[in-house]
Every structure is written in C-alpha cells, then in structure tokens.
C-alpha cells in the first residue's frame, strides 16, 4: 500500500493562499484584543483567532491523501445453461436426459465456484432465444428451474445479451452449457455478432455439450437454416437473400435448394435454384441467392431443399420469410465507434421507418493501428442519401473517404455528426476535409482517451447531465404542438463542448445553460446537423420511444430535403414473423404525423383485424399504454399464414392503414429433432481458440475453471482511493463543526467579559 499527500490550493496558487493566510495572520497579531483585559484573557482571544487562521489557511490549502493499493483481480467467469425443451432428449450418460445430466455438472461447478468466492466471481444465466436473469433462491443461492420451458434457441443472441450486460466488466471466460441446437435467429444480431464481441474483448468461450455425438451419423437429415424472418427493398434493387444448409450423413451427395417467392394472392414461382454438396458428414454449406425486386408489395419467400432418400424428418427441410418491396426510399449510411445503447435505439428508430433503408457498421475504436477501416470504404460508392457518424475517429475514415464525404455533402447528401469523445475536435477533424463542411468551430485537440484512468477533458466535453431546449421553430424539433415536450424528456449524460458557431450555422438545441447542443447549416446543396448529445436512447429508457422514433425520423428526412415527405405514416410491428405455435405475439400500432400536424390520441380509433390460414377474422384489442398504441394476439396453434391489418380513423376521419403478415410453424423444434450439435459448439469456441476457448468433457470444467482462476490470480490491478479535505460531508461538516464551535466560543468569551 502506498500513500501520498498533495495540495490543492483555492485559485490553483499556493503563493495567493500563502499570503492571504499571511495577512490574516499578522492582522490577528497586531490587532490585539483589548487591552483592559487581564493578560490571560487577552492569550486566550489571541490564540483562539490564531487557531481560527490556522483553521482557514488548511481549508484554502485543500489538502488531499492518494492512497495506491495492488489487489489480486478476481476470475469473472460467466456460465450460460441450456434452458430450452430439446434438453429433455437422452445424453451421452445411460439413464440421464441432457437436462439432468446438465443440473448435475452445475451444481458440482457451484460448489467448485462457492469454495473459491475469495478468488471467482461467477455471473449465472439460464438461456432459449433470450437469457434469464440471474436467480437467487429464498436462501441466498444460486438457483436453477426444475425442467426446461424454452420453446426456441438462439445461441447468438443469448451470447450477445450475456456479454454485453456486464459493460464495464472484464469477464474471464464464457461457459457455455448445452446440446448445440439452435432453433430460432434473431434478425437484428446473430452468432457472428455475438463471437466478434467476444473476440474483441478477448473472452474465451468453453464450451460444454451433452447429448450424443454419434447421433449426427444415425440419420439423414437435411435443414435450412439462419434465415432472416424479413427483408426490405426498394423496387428495382437487387437483394440478397442468404441462409445455410445443414447436411448431415449425404456426404458428397447434390442437394437442390430452391428459392421460391408468392405475391399476396399469386402464384408461388420458383426465382432460383442452386445445388450444395457436403465436403463432411455433419456439414454446413451456405446458401445465397439473388433477386430483382419488381412492384411493391408483399411477398412471401420460401428456401426449399429437396428431401434426399432416408431422410425422416422433413419439416426442417424448408423455412420461409416476408419480403416488403417499397417504391423508392431514402438510404442511410450509419457508421459508428462504439456499442452503446444509442446505436441500438437509432438502429430501431430508423429501421421501424417503412421508407428508410439502413446500412450500417462498426468501426472499432480498438483497431487504430489498421486505420484507415476498410469498411468505410463503402462511403466512396456514395450509396447513401444521409450519412450519421457517431463516435468515429476522422483517422478511421481516412482522408480519401472525408475527402468523398465533403464531396457528396456538397452534391446535394445529407450529414448527421453525434457527439463522443471522438468526435469533432477531440476526433481530429479539425483541418480535416469536413472541417469546412461542419457548422461549428473545432480546436485541433489530442485523441481522447476512454476509460476510468483518463479523465474527461472538460475544455472539449460536458461532464454532467444536460437539459434540453428549443430555440427556433424548426422542422428538427417538432415533436409534438408545443415546445413543452423537450422539458419532459430526460437529460442528456454529458454533450460535446463545441467551441463556437460558424455564420452558416443555425443553432437549433441549447443546453439549460445556453451551451449550444444542435447546429443546422447548409452546405453546398447538402444539409448538415452537429448533434453534441449521444445519449438519446434515454428517451426510450424513460417511456419516450416513440418520440425518440420521429425525433429521427424528421432529422433523416430533413437532411434529406423531403421534409414533407409522407405526412401521415400508419405503422403495424411484430418483433419477428415467425412463431411456434401457442406463443404470445405482441403487435405495436402507431402513426407519424409530421410537418408540424398533430393528432389527439385521445380521438383515435383502432380497428385492428386478425385472418387465420382458413380466412375467418377475428377483432383484436388495441390499447394504448405509456403512450404506445398495441395489444396480444389470443394463443394461435393451428398452423399456417396469418395476416394482421390495423386501420385507424381520428373521428369520421379515415387515417390510414397498415398490414402485416406472420407465420405460425408447422413444427416444435425443440422436440421434433432428438440431434445434439457437437460441431457447432466446436466452430463458437475455435472462433475464440486465440484467447483460450475450447470444448470439453463436462467432467473437465472444473479443471478448466481452475486454470481460468489460477491465471486471473497473477493479474494485478491498481486501486486508488482519493479523500479531499471539504470534499466529503464527513469532512466538511466536521470543519464547519470546529470552525463555527470555536467562533463560537470566540464571541461567548468576549460577550462574558464585557467586549460585546
């Protein structure tokens, strides 16, 4: 352990507390107390204004104790467990199901962790296509349910949620409990996500699987899989549609695989057909194909391979998904630095929009030594009507790529700058191409760094919560028919500091202070807006979703130049098209009214209709709840396409209309497939084989573990703990005691000899 002592004097100048303390202490002197009191009396004054001197002499000096001390890092090791139905099939252990075989390993791996809580700190999840919270039991412990529930599994997006719900702790090792299966995929993030994020922040993943290996030769079987549930494209755009084939026991035998598409009442027709071959006898082999959107509207897809002899089960031989073909739209081009929740929230404001198409990626701020980032070289195609930069260093993009921006901007595009600690001038745009596209002023400044050790740079960022406020009438800011509405949202966690405005530069948002927070300027024939906020997403957080949506919405229109762009938008949302059968489907029904419009929800009527496979209707209720219209579709079992229409009318007013379209699976894939997945639990962890990960025997886990927590152990880590003289309430109201105890004092004396 290791202590130190510093100053910190009031002015930053210890020579002007020096000498105010000085003359305070000569004037004490000098200026005795009267001099009709007895000698003893007179000492007792004097010193007791000398001790009040000295009182404030320490208080302006600030005096503060560092103290350093090395501690031993503790093994963060997260365990996921297989919570999903396919976990009651045989195990590789005579007389054991997979889930018993399962409970036995973790509770041997509980009481293994529980003896070392000294050295571990274990984070248990349970997962099926999402992850549980983590459960205590009435006795303080660890906990797991009694049998398997999970109709589905979606390893990636379990993964992905796992990892990324401890931000800001570094997790030693990811332990992954179960059979392989995955039944269900999640269109906004998948496996290759969630092993990239796990890569990034150098976890290994250990992995643990139960069932049995041999069962992949027993039988044939061919699956498509990891199809995306819908897709989005502009009429007369090319799209790819991409899934896998997974080809069990056909070993160098052709499978065809049809892409198949179905107009609402039209024929199905076969748009294109590819062969695959396995190269092993448990293979995956992707499968892509392309295809020309012709007229809006909704089509239903369909990948279909051909069932080969022997095969027993079929009902996994084919998967189908929604196709929305939209007549031309906007393209958004969103580039980012970092992963947090304000990415997220943007991706699903912009993506609910049925006219703006999202293109997006990540550059990692991790990754500078390989800058500039080959994946923003998609900015050069200028395929994009807005580009949003959030958090991205100017060294990221590269001169070539700023220099094509300032280019487009100047053409006619649009461009959107968020603030974080690697935007405008802390990013090093300043003398940049974009420094003269940018409507504020810009200081060239040092890359700032992240992270608990280095502090904020104050000159260049707000470190506190920020409100926010409307100056102008602007199509940027109008949320709803007053201006009230910005005193109701949250506070922003801290903004850039921008160091002035250009001329050009419209200020559109302040903070409750006046710093200036939204600039609007034109450019060229092109449209910029320098956001300094990146913590929107707390709209959302707090109840305000659907304001943060059109909050987007009208910033990407208005970059755009299509401001009036459809006044009046009716939209109908399920989070995914696909459902197992009995499983709760919850729908979203709302309306964007822009330009300035305003609807009273108050007088809004939905109609909201439900079409079986059979064609009989149903009425569905809608309701509205913290300020988002929506409702639960009654249990659905039978099998088939349904459809969902919504139609809303403000009064005698007929407002607009808006379908959708969703399937109920002929299947339950947790049950109809007895299959462990061996070899994809191998491919996840060779993925992360570099930091360690691995498949093992689950009676090896604990000798894994230990090596984890043997390693953890030689890491060591330096804690500082600061304390400032004031800068408590302990500290402060014992000064303020002291001093005000004896000024006190000071006056009683004086008072009692007859001074006052």
Do not use: C
Not at 435 to 440: K, Q, R, S
């Amino acid at each position: 352990m290791i202590q130190g002592w510093s100053l910190d004097p009031i002015f930053n100048s210890l020579t002007g507390v020096v000498v105010i303390w000085f003359v305070l202490l000569m004037a004490m002197i000098l200026i005795r107390p009267y001099r009709n009191l007895q000698a003893n009396r007179r000492r007792i004054l004097l010193v007791l204004r000398i001790v009040l001197v000295l009182i404030l002499g320490i208080v302006m000096l600030r005096p503060g104790r560092t103290v350093s001390e090395t501690l031993t890092r503790k093994a963060a090791v997260m365990v996921l467990t297989d919570e999903t139905e396919s976990m009651q099939q045989p195990s590789a252990v005579d007389t054991l199901t997979r889930w018993q075989h399962q409970t036995r390993v973790w509770q041997n791996t509980a009481e293994f962790l529980q003896d070392r809580s000294d050295l571990v700190l274990p984070k248990w999840f349970g997962y099926t296509d999402h992850i549980s919270k983590q459960r205590w039991d009435d006795s303080q412990q660890w906990t797991m349910p009694d049998e398997p529930v999970g109709e589905t599994t979606d390893l990636g997006a379990s993964l992905y949620e796992a990892v990324t719900s401890e931000p800001g702790q570094q997790i030693h090792a990811v332990v992954l409990m179960g059979d392989g299966r995955q039944t269900a995929y999640r269109s906004d993030v998948d496996i290759r996500q969630a092993i990239d994020e796990l890569r990034r922040r150098g976890i290994p993943l250990i992995g643990i699987p139960f069932g049995r290996e041999g069962d992949v030769q027993q039988s044939k079987d061919i699956a498509i899989e990891q199809l995306p549930q819908q897709f989005r494209v502009f009429s007369g755009n090319d799209i790819e549609i991409n899934a896998i084939a997974r080809l069990r026991a056909v070993l160098s035998e052709p499978v065809q695989v049809q892409l198949k598409m179905t107009p609402t009442n039209g024929e199905t027709q076969i748009v294109q057909t590819v062969d695959v071959t396995a190269t092993e006898t448990d293979d995956i082999q992707p499968v892509q194909f392309t295809l020309t959107a012709g007229e809006p509207g909704t089509y239903m897809l369909e990948v279909v391979a051909n069932s080969v002899d022997g095969e027993v089960l079929l009902a996994n031989n084919r998967q189908t998904a929604y196709l929305t073909v939209l007549e031309g739209g906007l393209r958004v081009l969103y580039l980012y630095g970092n992963r947090l929740g304000e990415q997220l929230e943007m991706r699903r404001s912009l993506a609910s929009s049925p006219d703006i198409e999202l293109s997006e990626s990540y550059l990692r701020h991790l990754s500078s030594k390989n800058w500039p980032d080959p994946r923003a070289n998609v900015i050069a195609d200028q395929q994009f009507d807005v580009l949003i930069l959030e958090d991205v260093h100017a060294d990221a993009l590269g001169e070539e790529n700023l220099q094509a921006v300032a280019q487009a901007i100047e053409d006619g595009k649009g461009l959107m700058m968020l603030g974080g600690f690697y935007s405008f001038g802390p990013g090093a745009y300043k003398d940049s191409p974009l420094d003269a596209v940018l409507p504020i002023e810009m200081e060239i400044f040092e890359r700032q760094e992240v992270g608990a050790a280095f502090p904020v740079r104050m000159a260049f960022h707000i470190d506190r919560e920020v409100a926010m406020r409307s100056t102008v009438d602007h199509p940027l800011t109008k949320l709803g028919s007053t201006a009230e509405i910005w005193q109701q949202l949250p506070p922003l966690e801290g903004a850039n500091l921008f160091q002035g405005v250009k001329e050009t530069g419209e200020i559109i948002l302040t903070s409750d202070r006046d710093e200036p927070l939204m600039v609007a300027s034109q450019y060229g024939l092109g449209r910029v807006v320098a956001f300094a906020g990146d913590t929107t997403w707390r709209w959302a957080r707090h109840g305000h979703a659907e304001t943060l949506r059109r909050f987007w919405r009208q910033n990407i229109l208005w970059l755009a130049r299509r401001e009036n762009l459809q006044q009046r938008d009716v939209w109908l949302q399920l989070d995914q098209r696909r459902f197992v059968p009995g499983g709760e489907i919850e729908f979203k029904v709302g309306v964007d009214i822009l330009g300035g419009e305003e609807l009273d929800p108050s007088n809004l009527v939905w109609q909201v209709i439900l079409k079986d496979p059979t064609e009989n209707t149903q009425p569905i209720t809608a309701s509205r709840q913290s300020g988002i219209w929506g409702g639960v579709l009654p249990a659905l079992d039978q099998p088939g396409e349904y459809q969902l229409q919504a139609e809303v009318t403000d009064g005698a007013t007929q407002v607009g209309q808006a379908v959708v379209n969703f399937q109920i699976l002929d299947m339950q894939p947790e049950r109809n497939n007895s299959l462990a997945d061996f070899q994809q639990f191998n491919r996840l962890a060779e993925m992360t084989a570099e930091h360690g990960g691995r498949v093992v025997e689950p009676k090896e886990l604990n000798t894994v573990l230990q090596e984890i927590i043997d390693e953890a152990s030689d890491e060591e880590v330096e804690i500082q703990m600061s304390w400032q003289l004031g800068a408590t309430q302990t500290s402060a109201w014992v000064l303020m005691l002291i001093f005000s105890s004896l000024f006190t004092l000071d006056w009683s004396l004086r008072k009692r000899w007859g001074l006052v």
